[in-house]
């Protein structure tokens, strides 16, 4: 099946400060999703990019489905960011495969 | 829209007991998912279905596992006789159709002892 490879696997962050999420994956895929899981447990739904450059408030995302990499760009961090951060290429059918996340963690 | 809703939250459950999971999609959703999350393995899909139907149980982990959809908005997911390593947080997701983002429920923390 395909791979699903996020760094770095660890950020640890100061308020204010910018980051490069990288996803990469290992074969065509039809779409990719980008979820927030935050300290809770709750997972978000944050984009749904298959290919190009999406932004939502401090939040971008850009798939270069070609090159089979995804990056999520967060600007201006908050300590509400802190979480993990999971790239989910979509293969067959419906099927998500979701990497092993970047665990973000934002100090005040 | 109340969102994905999933029931029990938390489930303790003795070696050898059934357990039922039970999941409501968002109204209008066509596609339903259902996802364990461990340490060890990371979030996996078990099955998930559209339109109601079963198209993909290649991750249901053995018999033990099995899952329904009896109508467009109630899932359940069983396990029968469940183990202490089928500890997990389950979670549903439910999505409009394909070239949409899936939508996840609060998941059910599964703990077997």
């Known amino acids: 099946g395909i791979q699903v490879e996020q760094s770095p696997p660890d950020l640890i962050l100061q308020e204010g400060a910018n980051s490069t999420l990288r996803c990469n994956f290992s074969?065509?895929?039809?779409?990719l999703q980008w979820f927030h899981q935050n300290p809770w447990g709750q997972l978000i739904n944050l984009f749904y990019?298959?290919?190009g450059t999406k932004q939502n408030g401090r939040l971008s995302a850009t798939t270069v489905a070609t090159e089979r990499y995804s990056l999520l760009y967060i600007s201006s961090s908050q300590t509400t960011d802190s979480g993990v951060y999971f790239c989910?290429?979509?293969?067959?059918?419906?099927?998500?495969?979701f990497g092993e996340g970047t665990q973000l963690t934002v100090n005040p | 829209d109340a969102g994905v809703i999933q029931s029990p939250r938390h489930e303790v459950t003795e070696m050898g007991q059934e357990v039922t999971l039970r999941c409501k999609p968002i109204?209008?959703?066509?596609?339903l998912f259902w996802y364990r999350q461990t340490m060890m393995r990371g979030l996996e899909l078990l099955i998930y279905f559209n339109n109601n139907v079963p198209i993909d149980d290649s991750g249901m982990p053995e018999d033990r596992f099995s899952a329904k959809m009896p109508n467009a908005s109630f899932s359940t997911l069983k396990i029968q006789p469940s183990e202490p390593r089928d500890s997990a947080v389950y979670f549903c997701?439910?999505?409009?159709?394909?070239?949409?983002?899936?939508?996840f429920g609060s998941g059910t923390r599964l703990t077997v002892v």
């Open positions: 109204s209008g959703h066509n596609s």
């Open positions: 990019i298959p290919s």
């Open positions: 989910a290429p979509e293969t067959s059918g419906s099927r998500l495969t």
């Open positions: 997701a439910s999505s409009l159709a394909h070239g949409y983002g899936y939508t």
């Open positions: 074969d065509s895929v039809n779409n």
